[in-house]
């Protein structure tokens, strides 16, 4: 009897730290992304975001351009009524280029986060943002880590939040949800990303 109670708590010790194992090479593998995040020099690429205002949905198609020490330049591609348009982004500041169309956009959130925030927002995310979780899951068909950030102050579904996926293998983003007091007001679906 002695020994099988020995034999199960083993058992349970073993299944105890196969956990544990899993569970420290996602913290790591975030905090290696994070590492690699804060030496970014530069990305591109192309995404699909949703924007939901609870009584109005957009849904735009952007491509993108970001120089660490520089301007981030996006464009939305789709919908054809707005192709051309391009924000640029620069410490802080959002400026609208449009010949002859209109953004309606406006602010997502109390905090002001708008659909031409979300590319930023990812990226400010990664470098700086609190980790309140992370795990393994798949998206798109790849195996991807998820990280969750939220205000650490606030309990889950309070306040502004996000979620991202970053493919396993290269870091790279693969999609993005943006929450309010646990709403999904922004969905950015990366089609390419690139690391220069």
Request: aromatic residues 8%.
């Amino acid at each position: 009897m002695r020994r099988m109670l020995l034999c199960t708590q083993m058992i349970f010790l073993l299944l105890a730290l196969a956990a544990c194992g899993g569970k420290g090479s996602e913290d790591s593998l975030a905090l290696k992304y994070r590492t690699d995040y804060l030496d970014l020099k530069s990305c591109e690429g192309t995404a699909e975001l949703h924007a939901d205002y609870g009584q109005r949905v957009y849904d735009y198609t952007v491509s993108f351009q970001y120089q660490k020490d520089g301007d981030m330049t996006i464009q939305i591609t789709a919908p054809e009524s707005l192709s051309g348009t391009t924000a640029r982004i620069t410490a802080g500041e959002t400026r609208l280029e449009f010949d002859g169309a209109t953004l309606e956009t406006g602010p997502l959130s109390p905090e002001g986060l708008s659909p031409v925030d979300a590319i930023p927002a990812s990226l400010r995310y990664l470098c700086e943002g609190y980790i309140a979780e992370c795990g393994s899951e798949t998206k798109q068909d790849r195996g991807c880590l998820r990280l969750q950030f939220r205000d650490p102050t606030l309990t889950a579904g309070k306040g502004t939040e996000a979620n991202l996926w970053l493919d396993k293998e290269t870091g790279n983003l693969v999609y993005a949800e943006m929450m309010q007091d646990g709403f999904t007001v922004l969905r950015c679906e990366f089609t390419s990303f690139t690391k220069t």
